[in-house]
């Protein structure tokens, strides 16, 4: 995928939704929410060799960025993150279903018009997708983490065993299944830690894979609160979008 990805992640709650909303809505963006398994896949990037890893992730992505060019995957509802009617006119979805690009004429369609591919995604292996594709722009969005913890709560993914249900697929350590984003040094503190702290480590393990990662764009959340114009308007410009 030669083309201009961007992916914006981070740790859930920190404000990738907001953000995604934003740059989902300018010109020429096509925004894929949160893809199914694509977690998944980046957790493989050390399970399997690299060249068929890289074919993976690209087959991947090409299946999804056409369907959305073309509309079979549009989201319609009402009231979620997800739905097209959040980012884009009346205008620009329905010019979608007037168009039928084939798979043949699809990198010759986004060279022609200048696309950009934008993917919000969380808990994502950061720097696998750095290093194996260093033309992709990788935006993390950075909150204070007492707010982030005090809304993992609210949201209560670490009640109990929620997260085995939150953060999919589970993986298995020594025995028994952790959330994917775990990492081994954890171990001990994460056994008999109660849900507060649980959010902590979750918080640490994202910081990990965000401290790997050269020439990140970071945008602190408070920022875009406050001066949501400037900010924007500096990001667009860094990344070529209007």
């Not at 060799?49 to 989201?75: A, P």
């Not at 007037?98 to 292996?125: G, R, T």
Request: glycine content about 4%.
């Amino acid at each position: 995928m030669k083309n201009k990805v961007i992916i914006i992640s981070g740790a859930a709650r920190s404000g990738r939704s907001i953000l995604g909303k934003i740059l989902g809505s300018c010109n020429k963006v096509e925004y894929l929410y949160e893809p199914e398994t694509f977690n998944y896949l980046s957790f493989l990037r050390k399970k399997i060799e690299n060249k068929v890893w890289k074919n993976l992730i690209e087959r991947y992505l090409t299946e999804n960025f056409l369907r959305l060019v073309n509309g079979r995957s549009l989201n319609f509802r009402n009231g979620e993150n997800s739905s097209i009617k959040t980012i884009k006119s009346n205008r620009e979805i329905k010019s979608k279903f007037s168009k039928e690009i084939s798979e043949l004429d699809f990198y010759d369609y986004i060279n022609k018009n200048k696309i950009s591919f934008l993917i919000k995604s969380p808990n994502l292996e950061f720097s696998s997708f750095k290093n194996d594709f260093p033309n992709f722009k990788m935006i993390i969005i950075n909150r204070n983490p007492y707010q982030v913890i005090n809304s993992l709560m609210n949201k209560n993914w670490f009640k109990k065993k929620n997260y085995l249900k939150t953060f999919l697929p589970s993986i298995k350590i020594g025995g028994s299944f952790y959330p994917l984003f775990m990492k081994k040094k954890y171990l001990k503190m994460w056994h008999n830690s109660n849900e507060c702290t649980k959010c902590a480590i979750y918080l640490l393990c994202c910081e990990d894979e965000i401290k790997k990662i050269k020439n990140k764009i970071i945008i602190q959340y408070d920022d875009l609160i406050k001066s949501p114009k400037v900010i924007t308007n500096r990001l667009l410009k860094r990344l070529g979008l209007s």
